[in-house]
C-alpha cells in the first residue's frame, strides 16, 4: 500500500510539473488560462485568483492546465493561443517537457550528493555481486530472485562457493544446468536460501539463470560538483531511454511485438517496490528516470502528444498556412484512442507475465 501511494504522489508530481510549465509558459506569454486542475474531475473545490481557475478534483492523480485557444477557440482574440505566431505556440508546448527534464536533473542532482550506485570493472575485495536485472520468465525470476540481490554463496548437493565475482556465478551456474542449486543471498537486511534450476538448454541473448550481475559502489559527489554530477547523468540517460525507444520500433518492425521489457504502470509499480526497498537513492535515480521518460515520450511525433502538436506546427510554418483546426483535432482524437489501446495492451501483459 506504501509503495502504491507513492507512485501514485511521484506520477502525480511529474505530471502536475510538465502542466505547470505548459501554465507558466502561457502566462509569461499572455495566453489566457481558464484552469489549472489538481487531480481529475469530478471538480471538489475551486477558486478563481487572478482569472484563472484552481481547482481541485476527486480523483488525486496528476493534473491538467486548460488553455483558451488550445482547441481552436478564439481565433483572433490575442489572449487565444491559436491565434499566437508558431514559435509562442510551440514554446508553450516544449515547456512542459523542459520543466519534466529540470526536474529529473534535481532528482539526479541530489542523488549524486546522497550517493549513485556504480558498478565496479575492477576487482575488489568485500564488494558483493548484486544482481541488477532479472529476465522476465527466467527461472530466476521464478524462484523468487529480485533486483538488488546480493548474492553470497552458491551450492549444490556436493559444492559449496563463497561468490566473489560475477565469473564465479556464471561459472557455478554453467556446471550446474539442468540441475536445481541453492544461492544464498542478502535482501536488506535479510540472508536467504533462494532455490532455482539453470536451463540447460537456452535461447540467444538469454543466460542459463536469466539475470545480470554487477558488483556495485556508492559514489558520492560533494554538493558544489552535484549539479554536474546530475546534468551528466541526464544526459546518459536520454541517451539510453532514445537507444531503447529505437530498440522497441526496430523489434516492432522486424519482430512484430515489443520487447518483453516494456512495462507499464504496473511494471512501474513492481520496479518502484524494488528501488524503495534498495534505499532513497536508489528511488531518486527512479524518478529521475520516470521523469526523463515522460519528456521523451511525450515529445515523440504522435497526434495528442505535445510531440504531435508540434509537428503540426512545423508543418504549418512550412506551408505558410494553419491546417484546419477541425482536421487536426481529429487526429489528435485518434491519436489519443491509440495511446490509451497501447497503455491497455501493455497494462495487460504487465498483468499476465506477473501472474
Known sequence: MVTLVLVLVVISLLILVHEWGHFYSARKLGVKVEEFG??????????????????FNLLPFGGFVKIFGEHGEGEGDKQSF???????????????????????????????????????DEKRDGIPVSIISVLPGSPAEQAGL??????LEMRSPDVS???????????????YRGEEITLVVKRSKD???????????IAEGEGPLGIGLARIIVKRAPW????????????????????????????LLVRGGAPIAVSGPVGIFFFAQDTRALGISYFL???????????????????????????????EKIRGRRINVNIENFIHTLGFAFLILIMVLVTYRDIVRIL
Request: aromatic content about 12%; overall charge positive.
Open 146 to 151: 529480485k533486483f538488488g540481490d546480493q548474492i
Open 82 to 120: 491559436i491565434s499566437r505566431p508558431p514559435w509562442q505556440r510551440f514554446t508553450i508546448l516544449v515547456a512542459g517537457v523542459a520543466m519534466n527534464f529540470i526536474l529529473a536533473w534535481v532528482f539526479f542532482s541530489v542523488g549524486s550528493a546522497i550517493g549513485v550506485p556504480q558498478m565496479l
Open 285 to 315: 535515480q527512479f524518478v529521475g528516470l520516470l521523469s526523463v521518460n515522460l519528456a521523451i515520450l511525450n515529445f515523440l511525433p504522435i497526434p495528442a502528444l505535445d510531440g504531435g502538436r508540434a509537428l503540426f506546427l512545423i508543418i
Open 38 to 55: 489538481f487531480g481529475f474531475p469530478p471538480k471538489v473545490y475551486s477558486r478563481i485568483k487572478n482569472g484563472v481557475r484552481y481547482s
Open 224 to 251: 558544489y560538483l552535484a549539479p554536474l554530477e546530475g546534468a551528466k547523468t541526464l544526459v546518459r540517460s536520454v541517451s539510453a531511454i532514445i537507444l531503447g525507444l529505437y530498440t522497441v520500433v526496430r523489434e
Open 161 to 175: 562457493l563463497r561468490i566473489e565475482t560475477e565469473k564465479d556465478v556464471r561459472d557455478f551456474v554453467d556446471a
Open 191 to 201: 540472508v536467504i536460501e533462494v532455490k532455482a534450476t539453470p536451463r540447460a538448454h
